[in-house]
């Protein structure tokens, strides 16, 4: 993989992860703590909670693991970066990937805890990391089945 495509891959995490950053600062320093503002009322709120778990809230305290799992991945793409294939869609859901797990890392870094806001009501409430991370995934999914990752 060039340095062309590595520097794509990273401004893709970048940018994923200051997006998030920004909307966590927006929601923590406009709401307080449980405060819940209905958008559409019957299906989608912003609601301001703390993680310290994973998704639904899974392995509460355990930061250190995912802290442990969000740099395992760094080193993971520095190690085989050089052996990818050059997809679009690939490197797009490997930055969406890595920039959510920065910004989720950065989160329990300075503070402790994940912020989460997006609350669809019948859904564990989630932030923008989440959403890069879960894309992230879908995409190298899609790539992965449709293409043939030689070894």
Request: hydrophobic fraction near 55%.
């Amino acid at each position: 993989m060039s340095r062309r495509i590595f520097v794509q891959v990273m401004s893709v995490a970048v940018g994923m992860a200051v997006l998030d950053q920004v909307s966590k600062a927006i929601i923590r320093h406009q709401m307080t703590l449980h405060e819940s503002i209905p958008v559409f009322s019957d299906f989608f709120h912003i609601t301001y909670i703390l993680n310290r778990g994973a998704a639904f809230g899974v392995l509460e305290n355990q930061q250190w693991l995912f802290l442990l799992i969000a740099f395992f991945l760094f080193v993971l793409y520095g190690v085989f970066r050089t052996k990818l294939p050059s997809s679009r869609l690939l490197h797009v859901g490997m930055g969406l990937l890595l920039g959510g797990a920065l910004g989720n890392a950065l989160d329990r870094c300075i503070h402790g805890a994940v912020v989460d806001f997006f609350d669809f009501l019948i859904w564990p409430v989630f932030n923008l990391a989440d959403v890069g991370i879960v894309i992230g995934v879908m995409l190298l999914l899609w790539y992965s089945w449709h293409h043939k990752i030689s070894k």
